[in-house]
Each structure stands twice: as structure tokens, then as C-alpha cells.
């Protein structure tokens, strides 16, 4: 694609997501769906610290959940895991996961439970692939799978599959534009959609990401935040899940990065810790 081709897609992309998150500020932004559901909300410190706004960016061992199209973004394997630390006497969060990125291909495994909720012990696998189909743009897909508790063997993959679908675009190195499409389990077609964008301006990571259900539930949702890249090895997050505010803390040295986040939700706040290694 010629230069100007590609400024002339990056600003009408530009166009249309300013026009959608224009829109979606006219209204509330209550949650539809909470995130013990086949989503990928509140996975990984660093994306929780940055409003649960990842859909543009994934581009860490967290991508088979926000945008498994993001699994190309590097080489080699990344590993990670999550613990909610502080109250888990409200609920219990533990996302984990690896993935494998070799030319333009990705794979992915991960599995993400909660603990102490409403809908009882909500159990989701998560199987990826990814594949860079266009210097600018890649393309990748997700199997869902609950799987049922209490159980007396393990679930390599469960019951009523799901599936996700992932597109990612990146016209230039500081620009990126993501799309999610979701289906949960026992529904019909997609249920929702994710439309994120993301800038990077010096040591500044910028995101946004615009939720729109499908179906009956007429409700959106705006997520947004900022990553601050204060060192070399520090970086600070802040932004806003929804409804509820959030901030986050990271440390990244060679092969190895860890995170914390904290979500200011109604009448508590969480914590979370994460750590992602690479090699």
C-alpha cells in the first residue's frame, strides 16, 4: 500500500472511531456483561490498569483474550499469570495463559476462573491462533470452552463452545486500530463488539475502547486509558473501566515484566498483580 493510500485509511478509520466514541458519550455506559463471562475484561494488570482499554494494543501474552489478531506482534513465547490479591473475600480473579509467535503466526492457550461470584465458578479455556495476513493488518480467532465445576478430571476444552473473532490494523508504528467480535456461550451470532484504537506520542500510550452489544441489549461501554513510560524499567497507568476508575504500575526488566493494578469498584476496590515472562 502506497504512503498516501495509507494516510488516506488512517484518517477515514480515524473518522469513523471518533464518530463512534462521539456517539457513545451521549449516553450512560452502564456493564452488560460481567467479566466472569466469556470476555476478556479485568485479564492482565497491565490492561486493567489502563481502563480494561487492550482491544488496539494486546501485544503481550494476554492477546488470545483481548485480540488474539495481536499474537503476532512478537517472536518467541511469552508466559503469564494473574492473582487478585487484595479482597478476594468478594471474589476470586486468576487468569493465566502462554503464547507462541514465530513470522507473522501465533498460537495461544489460556484459561481464566473466578471465584466467589454470583454465576457460581465460571471456568473458561481459551484456544488462539493468529496470522499476519498484510504488512499493516492481521487477523485472528479464539475457541471458548467452560468448563464445569466441581469435576473429578481435567477439561482439556469442556462445554458450550464459544468464539471470538480478532482483527488489528497497524497503518503506522504510533497508530493502531482493534476489533473484537464475541459470541457466549448459548447464544446465536455475535453478541458484542469492541472497537479500540491506540496512540503512541513519546513515552505516551493512549486507548480507547468502544463495547457495543448486539441483540436486544441496547447498552455500550467506554473504556480508556494511559500508559506513562516515566524510565527505562517504569511505567504508570491510569484510566477508567466503564463505570469505575482504575490504576496501575509496572516494572519490565529483559525477559521478565510485572504488574499491578488497582479497580475502584462500588463500596471496594481491587488489587491485582500479574507477571508475564519472555523468552
Aim: charged fraction near 20%.
Amino acid at each position: 500500500m502506497p504512503y498516501a493510500d495509507a494516510l488516506r485509511f488512517t484518517f477515514h478509520v480515524s473518522r469513523f472511531t471518533l464518530l463512534g466514541l462521539f456517539l457513545a458519550a451521549c449516553h450512560a455506559f452502564p456493564a452488560t456483561f460481567p467479566f466472569e463471562e466469556a470476555r476478556p475484561l479485568y485479564v492482565g494488570a497491565r490492561a486493567l490498569g489502563m481502563g480494561n482499554a487492550f482491544t488496539a494494543i494486546a501485544d503481550d501474552a494476554t492477546a488470545g483474550f483481548w485480540n488474539p489478531a495481536g499474537l503476532i506482534q512478537w517472536q518467541g513465547v511469552k508466559l503469564f499469570g494473574v492473582n487478585k490479591f487484595h479482597n478476594r473475600s468478594d471474589y476470586g480473579f486468576d487468569p493465566k495463559g502462554i503464547g507462541y509467535a514465530y513470522r507473522g503466526y501465533g498460537l495461544f492457550w489460556g484459561n481464566k476462573i473466578a471465584l466467589g461470584v454470583e454465576s457460581g465458578t465460571p471456568d473458561f479455556n481459551y484456544y488462539s491462533v493468529a496470522r499476519q495476513v498484510h504488512p499493516y493488518i492481521a487477523v485472528g480467532a479464539s475457541l471458548k470452552f467452560k468448563r464445569k465445576h466441581p469435576s473429578d478430571y481435567y477439561q482439556f476444552f469442556g462445554h458450550s463452545p464459544s468464539y471470538d473473532l480478532g482483527l488489528l490494523v497497524k497503518p503506522r508504528n504510533n497508530l493502531r486500530f482493534g476489533l473484537l467480535a464475541g459470541h457466549l456461550p448459548g447464544e446465536r451470532g455475535i453478541r458484542w463488539l469492541s472497537l479500540g484504537t491506540a496512540y503512541q506520542w513519546k513515552d505516551l500510550l493512549f486507548a480507547v475502547d468502544l463495547v457495543a452489544p448486539r441483540g436486544p441489549l441496547n447498552e455500550t461501554g467506554l473504556y480508556y486509558g494511559i500508559e506513562w513510560k516515566v524510565h527505562r524499567f517504569v511505567r504508570l497507568r491510569g484510566g477508567r473501566s466503564d463505570q469505575w476508575w482504575t490504576l496501575g504500575l509496572g516494572f519490565e526488566w529483559r525477559w521478565i515484566r510485572i504488574d499491578v493494578a488497582r479497580i475502584y469498584e462500588p463500596d471496594f476496590t481491587s488489587d491485582f498483580i500479574s507477571a508475564e515472562l519472555m523468552f
